[in-house]
T-cell receptor, first 111, second 114 residues
Framework: KQEVTQIPAALSVPEGENLVLNCSFT??????LQWFRQDPGKGLTSLLL?????REQTSGRLNASLDKSSGRSTLYIAASQPGDSATYLC??????????FGQGTRLTINP | GAGVSQSPSNKVTEKGKDVELRCDPI?????LYWYRQSLGQGLEFLIY????????KSGLPSDRFSAERTGGSVSTLTIQRTQQEDSAVYLC????????????FGPGTRLTVT
């Protein structure tokens, strides 16, 4: 059974800092890994999808890496802004389709 | 184009009543998923549709929960005889259906059972 863990559970940093969020998974036989953002009271917004054949994926100030063999992914946020404050979730498919989520990292960027 | 939509956005119901939650996926997406997000359990999978059939119902917590999808589009999640532990945010997602494709989520329905 796939299990996903995210560290840290919460993170508070001043504006402008670069930061790294961590995600680990127990079964390395995955098709892909997806990073999401969730604002309070809202649904999930997909940030990045990394296919199993890829090592990293970039979108703007976000960069996600994937190391399947070690069961790890990191989400790097450059030059953080207060608008980046949200909960960040990583998820991997178990079997063909259904996603297994980590518990999330609650990020606060202080002006 | 339009994203995944869900209705209602909020639902308050009395214990023992039945509720129906609706999901409209992105047009053309053949795969549709229901998840539940609660404080104690995080985000958990409920059911997956490919077209109108549900090859994976393994996450439905009890036989009070059922779901259907018609016309390969709209899906309804029904909870019968609601209990307080059913209180959660119910999220719907859709994807083009092929393996390895991105899932897109709706805004969710917040269900409160009093």
């Amino acid at each position: 059974k796939q299990e996903v863990t995210q560290i840290p559970a919460a993170l508070s940093v001043p504006e402008g800092e670069n930061l790294v969020l961590n995600c680990s998974f127990t079964d390395s036989a995955i098709y892909n890994l997806q990073w999401f953002r969730q604002d309070p009271g809202k649904g999930l917004t997909s940030l990045l999808l990394i296919q199993s054949s890829q090592r990293e994926q970039t979108s703007g100030r976000l960069n996600a890496s994937l190391d399947k063999s070690s069961g790890r992914s990191t989400l790097y946020i450059a030059a953080s802004q207060p608008g980046d404050s949200a909960t960040y979730l990583c998820a991997v498919p178990q079997g063909a389709q259904k996603l297994v989520f980590g518990q999330g990292t609650r990020l606060t960027i202080n002006p | 184009g339009a994203g995944v939509s869900q209705s209602p956005s909020n639902k308050v119901t009395e214990k023992g009543k039945d509720v129906e939650l609706r999901c409209d996926p992105i047009s053309g997406h053949t795969a549709l998923y229901w998840y539940r997000q609660s404080l104690g359990q995080g985000l958990e999978f409920l059911i997956y549709f490919q077209g109108n059939s549900a090859p994976d119902k393994s996450g439905l917590p009890s036989d009070r929960f059922s779901a259907e999808r018609t016309g390969g589009s709209v899906s309804t999640l029904t909870i019968q005889r609601t209990q307080q532990e059913d209180s959660a945010v119910y999220l719907c997602a859709s994807s083009p259906g092929e393996l390895g494709r991105e899932q897109y989520f709706g805004p969710g329905t917040r269900l409160t059972v009093t």
